[in-house]
Nanobody, 117 residues
Framework: VQLQASGGGLVQAGGSLRLSCRAT????????MGWSRQAPGQQRVTIAT???????LYTESVGGRFTISRDSAKNTVYLQMDELKPEDTAIYYC????????????WGQGTQVTVSS
């Protein structure tokens, strides 16, 4: 398994969750890591990315509430999700890409996040 995601679950609105995605070293050290999500009936969209140098980008819907980070010692990327809203309910996927302008070349399995109101 090249990307292994974990950490989803059920949380009440206003709560927090942290997702983790462990990658193989070769993927982690040479790719932009990121998180995407797909809500029922909607397309998968990228919500946060982090480069190998630690530069981050967020989609407007999660900026200020979510924080992406990476731990090089563990080849792991995290997504700290605070102030969760019911509209954050989705399947979350980690991905690795070579450019911000491209879709991920590698995907982890999805992890369900459900936010109750």
């Amino acid at each position: 398994v090249q990307l292994q995601a974990s950490g989803g679950g059920l949380v009440q609105a206003g709560g927090s969750l942290r997702l983790s995605c462990r990658a193989t070293a070769s993927i982690f050290n040479s790719n932009i890591m990121g998180w995407s999500r797909q809500a029922p009936g909607q397309q998968r969209v990228t919500i946060a990315t982090i480069t190998t140098r630690g530069a981050t980008l967020y989609t407007e819907s999660v900026g200020g509430r979510f924080t992406i980070s990476r731990d090089s010692a563990k080849n792991t990327v995290y997504l700290q999700m605070d102030e969760l809203k019911p509209e954050d309910t989705a399947i979350y996927y980690c991905g690795a890409r070579t450019s911000q302008y491209l879709q991920p070349h590698y995907w982890g399995q999805g992890t369900q996040v459900t936010v109750s109101s």
